[in-house]
């Protein structure tokens, strides 16, 4: 049982580029996150999914595009990559809705925007 | 606005001795919150959260923490620390749906 898996684990972009991170957990949880962490901000919600095929906006989202096609992973699109995005992001998933329910986060990408 | 604070960017502490992570929060709602500890190129793992019942709520690690409502806190502790307590203590607010606030922090620091 591996939790939550996150490709890759660092990446350097120029400004402009394009990439993907990917998201994967083996526990058939029905919510997941994308969050990125910056020093001394704590993490802001970027995109969510209720389920396979939905997602929604969540705090930071501009820049950002997801997708949900299978229940189990979770893209993190960034099309056009700007230093601002320079980030640590986490994917996390939850069994239910996560006013209540515990949050299981992956280890991180970093990446750098040069 | 809902909001949660932690006052301390560091504490520091001596192996053995209590440690307590500070936490506060603004919400006009009932408030669920929730504490985690993320190790150095670690995601984060939950402690322990608080939804309703007993204020004092027991997690991982032998952390607990308090509840207490006309302080509007929830503070984090420990009878005794370790050294590999070290590490960034995250406290987070939800109110009821999607938007978790986490607090920027406080990286604990466990002297031998």
């Known amino acids: 049982n591996a939790g939550v898996t996150q490709t890759p684990k660092f990446r350097v972009l120029k400004t402009g580029q394009s990439m993907t991170l990917l998201c994967a957990q083996d526990m058939n949880h029905e919510y997941m996150y994308w969050y990125r962490q910056d020093p001394g901000m704590g993490l802001r919600l970027i995109h969510y999914s209720v389920g396979e095929g939905t997602t929604a906006k969540g705090e930071v989202p501009d820049g950002y595009n997801v997708s949900r096609l299978k229940k189990q992973n979770f893209l993190l699109g960034l099309e056009s990559a700007a230093p601002s995005q320079t980030s640590v992001y986490f994917c996390?998933?939850?069994?239910?809705?996560?006013?209540?329910?515990?949050?299981?986060f992956g280890p991180g990408t970093r990446l750098t925007v040069l | 606005a809902q909001s949660v604070a932690q006052p301390e960017d560091q504490v520091n502490v001596a192996e053995g001795n209590p440690l307590t992570v500070k936490c506060t929060y603004s919400?006009?709602?009932?408030?669920?919150l929730f504490w985690y500890v993320q190790y150095p190129n670690r995601g984060l793992q939950f402690l322990l959260k608080y939804i309703t019942g007993d204020n004092l709520v027991k997690g991982s690690y032998g952390f607990e923490a308090e509840f207490n409502k006309s302080q509007t806190s929830f503070h984090l502790k420990k009878p005794s620390a370790l050294v590999s307590d070290s590490a960034l203590y995250f406290c987070?607010?939800?109110?009821?749906?999607?938007?978790?606030?986490f607090g920027a922090g406080t990286r604990l620091f466990v002297k031998a």
């Open positions: 996390a998933s939850s069994l239910s809705d996560i006013s209540t329910d515990t949050q299981y």
């Open positions: 987070a607010l939800n109110t009821g749906g999607f938007k978790t606030i």
């Open positions: 919400v006009s709602g009932n408030p669920y």
